[in-house]
């Protein structure tokens, strides 16, 4: 079996921890996915015609730049690594999985003919690793990308390009995203009360992320005109959700719960 290391290899040597962490990644032993088994990841919206459309691939872990068509006007991924890993803001002995979406056309829209007040339902499945590990549900993120026009048509700055929508309520990764880039808690409620997604542990280690975007949140939260109707507003080009897992050890040291089973 091929196991795919992660990124607490990397912190230790970069020292970005505590030392009290440190000890315990150690202990724990590095965290490795195993890339034998191919995830899976399906997209699924209702279209305005009353129809609903399904896209679905195996697809390798790759990066972000390795991408494979999954239908429509979409591309998509699997990696290891994200933007708590980029921001320094990751556990040492954490694993980040991401599952990104990439419009093959930036010009066109990202789900085809989407329905007005719908949502955008993504599913990832097939994520095992090489011991007993636990997700942390505060993880949790969808980082958005726009395109730089875009942003700078209505007014916004640059470094607003990008956006997060949060599980948490108040994780802004070590200070590292600013207030007018979060939505927080908006995908557990919060006060945008918006998405919903869940991670869940199978008894086999499976792990599976089943996230529920309502379309009006792909609008960037800058935007000043505040419109919600399916290509009324400038959408971002590809949008990722990225959770952290922990070995089952570091995740009770956290104070982390193991989810609910998968029905």
């Known amino acids: 079996m091929r196991l795919r290391p992660l990124h607490a290899a990397a912190a230790l040597l970069l020292g970005l921890i505590a030392p009290s962490r440190t000890l315990l990644a150690q202990a724990s032993g590095l965290l490795l996915?195993?890339?034998?088994?191919?995830?899976?990841?399906?997209?699924?919206?209702?279209?305005?015609?009353?129809?609903?459309?399904?896209?679905?691939?195996?697809?390798?872990?790759a990066s972000q730049d390795e991408l494979r068509a999954l239908g429509d006007n979409l591309q998509a991924f699997v990696a290891l690594g994200g933007s708590r890993l980029e921001k320094g803001a990751g556990h040492p002995a954490g694993a980040i999985v991401?599952?990104?979406?990439?419009?093959?056309?930036?010009?066109?829209?990202?789900?085809?003919?989407?329905?007005?007040?719908?949502?955008?339902?993504?599913?990832?499945r097939g994520i095992y690793?090489?011991?007993p590990a636990l997700p942390d549900p505060?993880?949790?993120?969808?980082?958005?990308?726009?395109?730089?026009?875009?942003?700078?048509?209505?007014?916004?700055?640059?470094?607003?390009?990008?956006?997060?929508?949060l599980a948490s309520h108040d994780d802004d990764m070590g200070g590292t995203i600013l207030p007018q880039q979060a939505r927080f808690g908006c995908?557990?409620?919060?006060?945008e009360h918006a998405g919903e997604a869940s991670i869940t542990v199978a008894a086999?280690?499976?792990?599976?992320?089943?996230?529920?975007?309502?379309?009006?949140?792909?609008?960037?939260k800058g935007d000043p005109w505040s419109l919600e109707l399916p290509g009324s507003f400038f959408e971002p080009f590809q949008f990722d959700l990225e959770f952290e897992v922990l070995p089952e050890a570091v995740a009770a040291a956290e104070g982390i719960l193991a989810p609910d089973a998968p029905r």
């Open 204 to 220: 086999d280690g499976e792990f599976s992320l089943r996230a529920v975007i309502p379309y009006r949140l792909l609008r960037h």
């Open 98 to 124: 991401r599952v990104g979406l990439v419009k093959a056309d930036p010009d066109l829209m990202m789900f085809e003919d989407i329905a007005h007040a719908t949502e955008v339902l993504v599913e990832l």
């Open 129 to 131: 690793f090489n011991q």
């Open 187 to 191: 995908l557990t409620g919060g006060e």
């Open 33 to 61: 996915a195993d890339d034998t088994k191919q995830p899976r990841v399906q997209v699924t919206w209702h279209r305005a015609d009353g129809t609903t459309s399904t896209l679905e691939a195996a697809l390798p872990y």
């Open 138 to 165: 505060d993880s949790l993120i969808q980082r958005l990308r726009y395109k730089a026009d875009d942003v700078i048509a209505c007014g916004l700055t640059i470094d607003q390009a990008e956006m997060f929508n």
